[in-house]
């Protein structure tokens, strides 16, 4: 049982190790593009939230509730900067924050008592 847990653990930090390499990679190659559209970090970091949560369900670990509403907020900026709307964010921030903390509460894992 510990051994399995040992290994669950190492599993989710090779997981997040990508998730974050891939996000400095998309960074730094976007900054060495000269012409790339603006949304277009916030579209790539939403696909590599969601498929980091993706890879942790698939590979039988919890996904983060708030790295996938991240994720979806990401993308839905990157969708509006890309058809020229601009969102409120901070509102909207605020919005997605107060979600995740209820939606921890009511399916997330409780602490014991």
Do not use: C, H, Y
Request: proline share 5%; aromatic share 8%; glycine share 14%.
């Amino acid at each position: 049982m510990a051994s399995m847990e040992a290994s669950q653990r190492r599993l989710d930090r090779q997981i997040e190790r990508i998730g974050w390499g891939l996000f400095l990679i998309m960074i730094g190659g976007l900054w060495l593009m000269p012409a790339v559209p603006e949304g277009t970090w916030l579209a790539g970091a939403g696909v590599i939230l969601i498929g980091v949560n993706l890879v942790r369900n698939v590979s039988g670990l919890p996904m983060s509730t708030f790295g996938l509403l991240l994720g979806g907020f990401a993308l839905a900026l990157a969708v509006a900067k890309f058809a020229g709307t601009d969102l409120p964010v901070l509102p909207l921030i605020f919005v997605v924050v107060g979600a995740s903390l209820i939606w921890s509460v009511m399916f997330g894992k409780t602490a014991p008592a």
